[in-house]
């Protein structure tokens, strides 16, 4: 919605001014401080008993994570190079495919 708008208003000519790449790391770091100031919150109105869950790290449960996580750090870098040469409205009806898309794949595979 907004983000294909704002990369293409901050480009310049051809290029963008900056390393889109550290602008990619830089929001997933957001991300991660934005989920930290709510871990005490969401701990806060946890019952007692599930509170342990929240703070427990394991690699078996947490690894379905990082995979999505990493997909959507290559997607998000690369809305910045398809924008070096669509438009941002072009991107839109193009992004409006992937749910045609879905939803032809997911009725073929589940019937």
Known sequence: TWQPLAVA???????????TSTIVILTEIVKLLVCAACLPFQYYWEP????????????????GYFVPGFMYAIANTLIFFSMMFIN???????????????GVLYGYFLN
């Open 9 to 19: 208003a901050s480009k310049d000519g051809n290029s963008y001014p900056y390393n």
């Open 48 to 63: 007692p008993a599930t509170r342990k869950q929240l703070i427990t790290f394991s690699w078996r449960n947490n690894i």
């Open 88 to 102: 941002p409205a072009l991107y839109h009806v193009l992004g409006n495919f992937k749910i045609l898309t879905t």
